[in-house]
């Protein structure tokens, strides 16, 4: 089992920035990538932007050149930089985690709201 703890949500006016990071625990090495979703009500929950244990990093058309994952392992912790927010980056943000045997592992959500 892994457990994922997101922090770093809140309120930002456009234009600003916020840095989230998912605190993993448990069963670190069945884990080959991580990354974040987002979800708005109503809607499903899209990916945001991953990470493999190599590094490798892929994002959605939305956030390209707006946010950077990265991850640092010694902490098991994962991180999206959110820069130049728009308001249709409000959402629930999830962070995410896949084992080698496909198990899927979520936290609990951290919202973002970008508003004036």
């Known amino acids: 089992q892994v457990q994922l703890v997101e922090s770093g949500g809140g309120l930002v006016q456009p234009g600003g920035s916020l840095r989230l990071s998912c605190a993993a625990s448990?069963?670190?090495?069945?884990?080959?990538?991580m990354g974040w979703y987002r979800q708005v009500p109503g809607k499903q929950r899209d990916l945001v932007a991953s990470?493999?244990?190599?590094?490798?990093?892929r994002y959605a058309d939305s956030v390209k050149g707006r946010f950077t994952i990265s991850r640092e392992n010694a902490k098991n912790t994962v991180y999206l930089q959110m820069n130049s927010l728009k308001p249709e980056d409000t959402a629930v943000y999830y962070c995410?985690?896949?084992?080698?045997?496909?198990?899927?592992?979520w936290g609990q959500g951290t919202q973002v709201t970008v508003s004036s």
């Open positions: 995410n985690a896949v084992s080698g045997n496909y198990d899927i592992f």
């Open positions: 448990g069963s670190m090495f069945s884990i080959l990538v």
């Open positions: 990470i493999t244990n190599g590094g490798r990093a």
